[in-house]
């Protein structure tokens, strides 16, 4: 049995992009050349490795059992390469990050590596915490920093940092004059929240929005930006990280509004269990584990 790396880099780019063309666009190969890959792999297994359905391949059983060890073998591939660099734990790092990890924790987090460690290869993907979990899944990204707890048997998930949620609304919204509110205040108000399989659109699901009899959500937007904009605008309530709203809050564009509610949620790291975890992997998990905001 001969089977090369190259087999392997197709088969792992097949179950990313599940169709033959858009594998051969991303390898910048044709797409003769990649079905032969696949058909000269699946040859030597004497195992298909993916279902076809209406022109879409797939993984199937065999190929999942497969997807782990070739991945580790393109990995253990690229560490070699990397001995003759000159250069300690290098290689690309694939990271994903939930919105509000990804955009007001992530660079400070990741300027800091870079400088410590001197690790300038970094590819970042910022998307809802659901996304994240299945880009992993898929083996398109290395380890995730996420908002949700992201419940699955392929997922190793643990605690990373605490983070404070806030309600907020136009400083001259009338819950402001209260200096307190209770959660039947909060009821018939125009929510503005993330969009479904956020991890901010859990927290305020579970937290307050399933005690609301009257719970109105007037827009469902993807960026947190966008939400403090429409707040800052008069045009709802909203729930989101404190620290993305920090500045906001500093500018008096928003108002906090105090309940007495727990209103702490985890952030969690989260990666494949059976991603080959190369030195550098290894070496930004250490990192991320001992991080915090004030380093």
């Known amino acids: 049995m001969n089977i090369t790396l190259k087999q392997l880099h197709v ?5 990313q992009e599940k169709t033959l063309t858009t594998a051969a666009e991303k390898l910048f190969l044709s797409k003769p050349a990649v079905s032969m890959a696949l058909a000269e792999l699946e040859k030597q297994l004497a195992h298909k490795l993916f279902e076809r359905t209406n022109n879409r391949l797939l993984i199937n ?4 059992a497969l997807l782990p060890l070739a991945d ?14 000159n250069h300690n734990f290098q290689g690309k790092l694939r990271i994903g ?19 410590i460690k001197n690790h300038q290869d970094q590819l970042i993907c ?3 915490s659901t996304t994240i979990g299945e880009k992993l899944k898929e083996y398109e990204l290395d380890i995730g920093l996420v908002e949700a707890l992201l419940v699955d048997k392929q997922l190793h998930i643990e605690r990373w940092l605490k983070d404070e949620m806030v309600i907020v609304v136009h400083p001259k919204h009338p819950l402001t004059n209260k200096k307190s509110i209770t959660i ?24 307050i929005g399933q005690h609301l009899t009257d719970l109105d959500i007037t827009f469902e937007l993807t960026t947190t930006e966008a939400i403090i904009n429409c707040c800052a605008a008069g045009l709802g309530v909203s729930c989101m990280s404190r620290t993305a709203a920090r500045h906001a809050l500093q500018d008096k564009r928003l108002a906090s509004l105090s309940i007495d509610i727990d209103m ?14 190369s030195p550098i992997l290894k070496q930004f998990i250490s990192y991320c584990q001992q991080w915090n905001l004030q380093d």
């Open 11 to 15: 088969f792992i780019t097949i179950t």
């Open 61 to 64: 059983e065999m190929g999942k």
């Open 72 to 85: 580790e073998q393109i990995e253990r591939s690229k560490a070699i390469t990397s001995l003759f660099d």
């Open 97 to 115: 990050s939930s919105n509000t990890v990804g955009n007001h924790l992530l660079p400070a987090l990741l300027a800091q590596f870079r400088d």
């Open 126 to 128: 910022i998307d809802n």
């Open 184 to 207: 039947e205040d909060l009821n018939h108000q125009h929510w503005i929240l993330r969009e479904q399989g956020s991890g901010t659109r859990d927290f305020f699901i579970t937290h």
């Open 264 to 277: 702490s949620r985890d952030l969690y790291l989260v990666w494949h269990k059976e991603k080959y975890q």
